[in-house]
């Protein structure tokens, strides 16, 4: 299964290397591939940063792309952010036209949905919020420096964002994800929660069964001084 993942979710999450089970840094920025529409790679605020700017790490050397943090091989994929990717960021094609080739203008880049495994776009996402679903291995599409280009079909494609939903665009970026810790820590409170919820419940079980043994108690004895008088 394809999971898709919203790149403005994966802002400042922590990256962990897998070799050394070793926190690495933050991540700052999502950098393109324009030529097959795909994340080129991430940027990091290192903790073993080799100058005084972040560090960069290649998609291929992703693991997984998590819920809290990103996983990545090893400390050593760390390498010094390339000068000819300037440009190719999230953040720099914010904003960005997105026109059909005929020359219709369908909005501004807002966000984009990527495949999880691959790193390859699924879908664009435009201010409004609106979405619309991308195929790159099958359509012809450009990403250049003032405009993404798509097929004219697309303006079809299409929809509004249900933001009443939790789990729309505007719940995920208003609120703030919860740490590793603070996770676990709810996960906590809820399972204690169930105990103490299913002790009341045994709690109250046991009282009920105490006020019906009370009542079928004189019950009881009227039957045993039946049974003697007789």
């Known amino acids: 299964m394809n999971i898709r993942e919203k790149l403005s979710n994966l802002h400042r ?25 795909s994340i080129l790679g991430l940027s990091v605020a290192s903790r073993f940063s080799m ?18 943090v990103v996983i990545v091989s090893g400390k050593e994929d760390l390498v010094k952010l390339p000068q000819d990717i300037a440009g190719n960021s999230l953040k720099d094609l914010k904003g960005i036209k997105v026109v059909t080739q005929d020359g ?25 919020p609106k979405k619309m679903k991308i195929d790159v291995k ?3 599409l450009s990403i250049g420096p003032d405009a993404i280009i798509v ?10 964002i249900d933001t009443t939903e939790d789990g729309g665009f505007l719940v995920h970026t208003g609120r703030a994800h919860l740490t590793v810790t603070e996770s ?7 399972m204690t929660s169930k105990i103490q919820l299913s002790e009341e419940a045994d709690s109250i079980h046991q009282s009920f069964m105490s006020e019906d043994q009370l009542k079928q108690e ?11 008088s007789k």
């Open 104 to 128: 219709k203008h369908l909005g501004e880049l807002l966000d984009v949905n990527v495949f999880a495994k691959s790193g390859v776009i699924s879908e664009i996402i435009l201010f409004g």
């Open 13 to 37: 999450k922590l990256v962990i290397s897998y070799e050394e089970g070793e926190k690495l840094g933050n991540v700052t920025n999502l950098y393109f591939d324009k030529s097959n529409c």
């Open 218 to 228: 004189p019950q009881k004895t009227n039957g045993r001084k039946l049974v003697d």
């Open 138 to 140: 099958r359509d012809d």
């Open 51 to 68: 100058s005084d700017g972040d560090s960069f790490i290649p998609f291929s050397a992703v693991h997984k792309l998590g819920k809290h």
């Open 184 to 190: 676990i820590k709810n996960a906590f409170v809820g």
């Open 151 to 160: 097929p004219t079909k697309y303006q079809k494609r299409i929809n509004d």
